[in-house]
């Protein structure tokens, strides 16, 4: 079983950066494939990027968005010039197959809220 613990959200004025945290834990977590999601208020959870050997994005964050692993079990999201309609609740995910933007990943963490201010 892998558990995911998300960390970094917060309230955040526009234009500002914010970096989250996903740390997996578990004897089969090394090595998985992660994503970084989003649920906007009101709207339904989209994909932002995701990685394994390689990385995707998508278009709607690649410019602003940055996926990035330190080690088997940490990966980061950071944030950049971040506006008021990035506010959501933002997950992470893992697999131990490459799913890209797919949403049936097996594993999810509990989610963090980020909350950007005009």
């Known amino acids: 079983q892998v558990q995911l613990e998300v960390s970094g959200g917060g309230l955040v004025q526009a234009g500002g950066s914010l970096r989250l945290t996903c740390t997996a834990s578990g004897p089969v977590a090394k090595g998985y494939y992660r994503g970084w999601f989003r649920q906007a208020p009101g709207k339904e959870r989209e994909f932002i990027a995701a990685?394994?050997?390689?990385t995707t994005y998508s278009d709607s964050f690649k410019d602003r968005f940055i996926i990035s692993r330190d080690s088997a079990r940490t990966v980061y999201l950071q944030m950049n010039d971040l506006k008021p309609e990035d506010t959501g609740i933002y997950y992470c995910?893992?697999?131990?197959?490459?799913?890209?933007?797919?949403?049936?990943?097996?594993?999810w963490g509990q989610g963090t809220q980020v909350t950007v201010s005009s």
């Open positions: 990685i394994g050997i390689t």
């Open positions: 995910a893992a697999d131990p197959h490459y799913k890209g933007g797919l949403m049936d990943y097996e594993f």
